[in-house]
């Protein structure tokens, strides 16, 4: 699992503090999360960036159907936090499985993703 951290060194991103993240960071073979909305929303709007190397792709899933309901292209480093809209009607837990090499990380700011 990622690491969830209020500690300005790992919630500091582009010069914003986000003041609540999980993330992973560069050297860490861990490279996924889980969250559980519980089948209340419709809509997960959740942030995103790469840190340390570029994001191979990203695959966000129903854990309990085994569904793909997302499936994200490579994310560079360069472009920074980006918001990635997932259909979630239904979904009580869902996994966001990170492809990148080891020496790469991610941050999620909790602050910025949302259900809707």
Same mark, same amino acid.
């Not at 990622?2 to 003041?19: E, I, M």
């Not at 259909?87 to 966001?96: D, K, Q, T």
């Given at each position: 699992?990622?690491?969830?951290?209020?500690?300005?060194?790992?919630?500091?991103?582009?010069?914003?503090?986000?003041?609540?993240?999980?993330?992973?960071?560069? $050297?860490?073979? @861990? &490279?996924?999360?889980?969250?559980?909305?519980?089948? /209340?929303?419709?809509?997960? #709007?959740?942030?995103? !960036?790469?840190?340390?190397?570029?994001?191979? $792709?990203?695959? @966000? &899933?129903?854990?309990?159907?085994?569904?793909?309901? /997302?499936?994200?292209?490579? #994310?560079?480093?360069? !472009?920074?936090?980006?918001?990635?809209?997932?259909?979630?009607?239904?979904?009580?837990?869902?996994?966001?499985?990170?492809?990148?090499?080891?020496?790469?990380?991610?941050?999620?700011?909790?602050?910025?993703?949302?259900?809707?």
């Amino acid at each position: 699992m990622t690491v969830y951290s209020k500690d300005s060194a790992q919630t500091t991103f582009g010069g914003k503090d986000y003041g609540e993240v999980l993330y992973s960071a560069s $050297g860490s073979n @861990i &490279k996924y999360t889980a969250l559980s909305p519980g089948g /209340k929303y419709t809509k997960l #709007i959740l942030q995103f !960036a790469a840190t340390g190397q570029d994001v191979d $792709g990203i695959e @966000i &899933k129903d854990i309990d159907k085994n569904t793909l309901l /997302k499936k994200v292209e490579k #994310i560079s480093l360069s !472009a920074g936090i980006q918001t990635i809209e997932v259909s979630i009607s239904g979904v009580s837990n869902i996994s966001i499985d990170v492809k990148q090499p080891v020496d790469g990380g991610f941050i999620i700011p909790l602050t910025t993703s949302y259900y809707k």
